[in-house]
């Protein structure tokens, strides 16, 4: 107990100096607002524009796409607060800037990810929430306990599988010293197999995005369910229920985490001073 | 029991030859030729509890390496290390408790918050107890003279201010051994002597083992009693400072300053080294003649108006181990 109150309280305080320093370049940050939310709509209104044409993508209708790039944008800022250095662990291990983790009485993967607080990563929520809200309203989503704590859980579910994906690629420089590229490669991957039915790719894409690398469960499988949205029979198992996007992130951010401590104990050289 | 042991310690890196040109980098990538390079090479020492020790040696002589394998940042090879009997390697968190660790070219404070707040995020790291926290800050911001600048975002300090910072943040917890990989890179003359006050400070009032890299040999000397010298990932001296510059370099220098200019010096015995007006610089082994020997024979043949005699210069000392180590 003792021991999680320690940890609790050296995040805290690495989440508060963060946020001091975010502020510090408060007039960055606003800019960063305005880009994103520009990016964001953009998006949005690119769809509308096409399912407007074509009225459905394979059974999906805009109000459910819409549901699915709400909560794919809300999933992706809470990322962008917490998780954001993974993407640049590449950096870290070429200048060795882990070393200032290893010299702490403290887990080196909870220091990592608890010291880089992103205050830009809730202007990526912001465009999200309204999204969501306007799907809700078009879906005539029902706002029972159940349902809030569903949209809850597929949010910090998506978090953790995006935070595992990024963690493993980001951990291959370990090996490789490079992985920068990869983590770009992430985000595109991330975006359009969670803003889209993946139901609209080819079978293979399916199965190695369910069971490879699950991103599927960011938002397509667990609001297939929730939405009870005809599931697609050509997959041996139907991933739909809810249950599935938590477990599934537990074990793929469990895996992320044995990467990058693997690698970090086994790969890591630090780097000439 | 010591309190730092490092036994037959080594450290590999397998590194792939790059080839030049187009080719190489092809046939590199096809077929790569994977060589072993030992950064450390099978070093021992031991450090006592209270001690202040200069570990130096040439860019790329494996000091950092060593450092890094001691506090647990590198796995060895082979061979092991034990802080207060315990391995770093396998008790990483439990060891670095006790340590605190300065690397010269790099900062441990937040760039963009005030020198305070990173004071306050490591007392949390360390779960130090608030009294002892604001009796050590107190006591740490009288000694560096941090008060002038401790409420001023770490971004503005000069480097000499950055430094004591780091200084500070690394006794926060009042660790029993202290790590310095290069603590007075870039200072100032005000900014190093503040530094080195300091660390003798720590020292002596608190009993704190110091182990020190630096290429700036004044640190050591004004600091260290021992010293420890690494050339090629090997140590290749390992003793009483005094003792190792009366070893290794067996000249003194008698400097002259004459009635007259002389070009030249007749004396066998010693060897001219410069000539600045009617001020000249010899050289001579005083294992084999006495300073008093030299200066009546100098007076022989010239007409001295005033003299000192110098003992060999650690920088000298150092240059020769290195040298000496290299053919």
Excluded at chain 1, 77 to 106: A, K, S
Excluded at chain 1, 159 to 168: C, E, H, K, P, V
Excluded at chain 1, 176 to 195: F, G
Aim: proline share 4%; glycine share 6%; charged share 20%.
């Amino acid at each position: 107990m003792k021991k999680i109150k320690h940890y609790i309280a050296v995040g805290y305080w690495q989440l508060k100096l963060n946020t001091l320093c975010n502020l510090q370049y408060f007039s960055y940050t606003i800019v960063w607002f305005f880009m994103i939310g520009i990016a964001m709509f953009s998006t949005f209104f690119v769809l509308k524009a096409i399912l407007d044409r074509v009225g459905q993508i394979n059974g999906w209708n805009f109000a459910q796409i819409s549901f699915l790039v709400g909560l794919s944008f809300i999933s992706h800022g809470f990322e962008d607060m917490f998780f954001l250095q993974n993407r640049f662990i590449e950096h870290n291990v070429l200048e060795g800037t882990l070393d200032q983790y290893l010299i702490r009485p403290l887990n080196v993967f909870f220091l990592f990810n608890t010291a880089h607080f992103n205050l830009v990563g809730f202007y990526d929520i912001l465009p999200g929430v309204i999204i969501l809200v306007y799907a809700c309203n078009q879906l005539h989503f029902p706002a029972t306990p159940y349902h809030i704590i569903a949209i809850v859980v597929i949010t910090v579910a998506g978090t953790f599988i995006r935070a595992a994906q990024l963690i493993i690629t980001g951990s291959l420089a370990f090996w490789t010293k490079k992985s920068r590229i990869l983590e770009d490669t992430n985000l595109t991957l991330m975006d359009r197999t969670s803003s889209y039915p993946l139901t609209m790719y080819p079978k293979w894409f399916q199965l190695m995005f369910t069971f490879l690398l699950p991103l599927g469960f960011i938002t397509f499988y667990p609001v297939r369910g929730l939405l009870n949205i005809t599931a697609d029979s050509s997959l041996p198992v139907a991933p739909d229920l809810l249950i599935w996007a938590p477990l599934v992130a537990l074990a793929f951010f469990l895996i992320a985490r044995a990467v990058f401590n693997y690698g970090l104990s086994h790969k890591y050289e630090s780097a000439g001073s | 029991m010591a309190q730092i042991e490092v036994d037959h310690l080594s450290k590999q890196y397998q590194v792939i030859k790059k080839k030049k040109g187009f080719r190489g980098t092809l046939h590199s990538l096809i077929k790569p030729e994977k060589v072993m390079v030992e950064a450390v090479d099978d070093i021992s020492f031991d450090i006592q509890k209270g001690e202040v020790v200069g570990y130096i040696g040439p860019n790329g002589a494996g000091k950092s390496t060593t450092i890094k394998m001691m506090i647990g940042i590198l796995n060895p090879t082979s061979g092991s290390v034990h802080i207060n009997g315990i391995s770093p390697h396998e008790h990483r968190k439990e060891v670095v408790r006790n340590l605190g660790v300065v690397f010269g070219q790099r900062t441990q404070l937040y760039w963009d918050l005030r020198l305070g707040e990173s004071f306050e995020l490591l007392k949390r790291m360390y779960d130090v107890d608030k009294k002892a926290y604001e009796h050590t800050v107190a006591e740490l911001t009288e000694v560096l003279q941090l008060q002038d600048f401790i409420d001023t975002p770490v971004r503005q300090l000069s480097l000499g201010q950055k430094m004591r910072g780091e200084l500070a943040a690394a006794m926060i917890h009042s660790p029993s051994i202290l790590f310095l990989d290069e603590p007075t890179i870039g200072l100032d003359l005000d900014a190093k002597q503040a530094m080195r006050e300091f660390i003798a400070n720590i020292n002596r009032q608190r009993n704190v083992t110091v182990l020190l890299t630096t290429h700036d040999l004044s640190d050591v000397s004004e600091l260290c009693k021992r010293l420890i010298v690494i050339n090629k990932g090997r140590v290749v001296e390992d003793g009483d400072l005094g003792g190792i510059v009366q070893r290794m370099s067996p000249y003194r220098v008698i400097t002259l300053e004459l009635r007259s200019p002389v070009t030249e010096i007749r004396c066998p015995k010693v060897t001219l080294d410069k000539v600045e007006g009617t001020k000249i610089w010899c050289r001579f082994d005083h294992h084999q003649y006495s300073a008093s020997e030299i200066i009546s024979e100098l007076a022989r043949e010239t007409e001295i108006a005033d003299l000192s005699v110098l003992d060999a210069d650690i920088e000298d000392t150092v240059r020769l181990i290195y040298h000496k180590d290299c053919e």
